[in-house]
């Protein structure tokens, strides 16, 4: 069910690696591709480990939770962004890649996933 909207939102950036539907404790409910270059499962722990972390300390600072998070390394960037309490997407791309349309089409693919998710 939800293979065929992540592989639909991966489409529409070209330089996705991989994205996924990961639940807030960093496990991986469906990704696409379904044999990545990365391991989704340790980037989805990592990940979500920061993601909680920072948004413990934003709740105490009362700034709220995370919505979007994006790291830039050498080879690639991660972008986080929360669907529903619970349920984040991960999306990879390539070093480069045009960010700006990667967190359109993440805003563009919350709506998509919130209702099935609540």
Do not use: C
């Amino acid at each position: 069910m939800f293979a065929d909207r992540l592989r639909s939102v991966s489409d529409r950036i070209g330089d996705a690696m991989t994205i996924a539907l990961v639940a807030g404790d960093g496990v991986p409910v469906e990704s696409w591709p379904k044999q990545p270059e990365h391991d989704v499962e340790i980037l989805a722990a990592e990940f979500m480990t920061q993601v909680q972390s920072i948004s413990q300390n934003h709740e105490e600072l009362n700034a709220g939770g995370v919505r979007q998070l994006t790291i830039d390394t050498d080879q690639l960037t991660v972008m986080v962004s929360a669907l529903t309490r619970g349920y984040y997407l991960l999306l990879v791309l390539r070093a480069g890649a045009n960010k700006g349309r990667a967190r359109f089409e993440l805003r563009r693919a919350v709506l998509s996933f919130e209702r099935d998710l609540v």
